[in-house]
């Protein structure tokens, strides 16, 4: 199911990352950089993309040393506090999380399940355990009943 992504989560994105979108279309591309630690990162939502015949979003993201994306996303958080947006895909009882962060960073937890953000994240491996934080902010997101304009 694809969600519309409105003006005004374009603007909060902006503002949350400090960044003017350049607008080609239906593709936003932000263009972030950080002095202080000279990374420079380039995020991209592609709205309303049609694959294989259905509706999606695709958030890019380009960096000096990396391509990713994520397909399907289907809600967003933006954090003040953090400085970050994370974005949100789901499939089933998996969860995949792309955080852009102001700074110019960027972390992707990929094919999560769901169960392990509703756990005691204490109680899992190292590995595992900052996934469960960084996507916990999946549990204050309803993807059945989500709206971008929620």
């Known amino acids: ?7 005004e989560n374009i603007a909060e994105v902006a503002k949350i990352l400090d960044a003017v979108p350049k607008i080609n279309g ?4 932000f263009e972030l950089a950080d002095s202080t630690s000279s990374r420079k990162i380039a995020l991209e939502i ?8 259905e ?24 954090s003040e506090v953090l400085n970050q947006i994370t974005f949100f895909g789901q499939d ?33 491996p190292p590995e595992v355990m900052m996934c469960s934080v960084a996507l916990s902010l999946t549990e204050s997101v309803d993807f059945e009943g989500f709206n971008f304009d929620d």
Do not use: P, W
């Open 46 to 53: 592609h709205l309303g993309i049609s694959i294989n015949k």
């Open 92 to 124: 089933g009882n998996r969860i995949s999380g792309l955080i852009i962060e102001k700074e110019a960073g960027c972390s992707l937890y990929s094919n999560v399940d769901e169960a392990l953000l509703k756990g005691d994240f204490t109680k899992l």
């Open 26 to 29: 239906n593709v936003y591309r």
């Open 55 to 78: 509706k999606s979003n695709l958030i890019s993201v380009y960096t000096r040393e990396a391509f990713l994306q994520l397909h399907n996303c289907t809600a967003f958080i933006a």
């Open 1 to 7: 199911m694809i969600h519309s992504f409105s003006e």
